[in-house]
């Protein structure tokens, strides 16, 4: 950031996430976004950066990943004039879901969607705030192919690119704002 306080680059961003030593576990290295998203101009420069490449896309909807994935997906659904559908952990979402068990590195997890969420030939973007081993990611993706939409596009406002999760994402598009290589 300059000393008028504009942020102008991906490495001003980059001064906004803080590292968290042994989080949520020993040898973890967390990347916190949350100095980012309190930030309005940094918050703002992310979320433009991220749009303007689907302006004239027209996309329908903005598939968000519990729960940073919500305040990301929600802002480019905002500027896009899209419709945000929510991926939660199961118990969460009020209405029928359907769900998907998938394997994480160490277990398993679950999502839901709500069955009436999505439609055949809808197009969407799949949005989160860290794309780390892609797992969560790709059974977003196989829950809206349930219902026939189309996938648009991924996007992230960070990359974790050493856990090499874009690969377990091909052959869609990834649109990562940030990367860390550490």
């Known amino acids: 950031m300059d000393e008028l306080g504009i942020v102008s680059s991906i490495d001003d961003l980059k001064g906004f996430v803080r590292e968290i030593q042994d989080f949520p576990k020993k040898g973890i290295n967390f990347k916190d976004i949350t100095p980012l998203l309190a ?5 703002a420069f ?9 302006l004239n896309e027209n996309i329908d909807y903005v598939v968000c990943i519990e729960a940073r994935g919500f305040v990301i997906g929600s802002a480019l659904a905002y ?8 991926i939660r952990k199961p118990g969460k979402l009020p209405y029928e ?4 068990n ?14 009436d969420a999505l439609k055949k030939g809808d197009r969407v973007i799949v949005a989160d705030d860290v794309l780390a081993t892609g797992g969560t990611a790709l059974a977003t993706i196989d829950l809206v192919k349930g219902f026939g939409a189309n996938v648009a596009d991924t996007v992230f406002l960070a ?3 050493f856990l090499n999760g874009r690969d377990k994402l ?8 940030m990367k860390f290589d550490y």
């Open 97 to 100: 879901c359907s769900s998907l």
């Open 170 to 177: 091909k052959p869609y598009t990834i649109n990562s704002l």
């Open 79 to 86: 500027r896009l004039g899209a419709g945000v559908i929510l």
């Open 159 to 161: 990359e974790l690119s």
């Open 46 to 54: 992310s979320i433009d950066s991220l749009v303007n490449k689907y």
């Open 39 to 43: 930030n309005p101009k940094a918050f």
């Open 102 to 115: 998938y394997d994480l590195e160490y277990g398993s997890a679950t999502l839901e969607i709500h069955k």
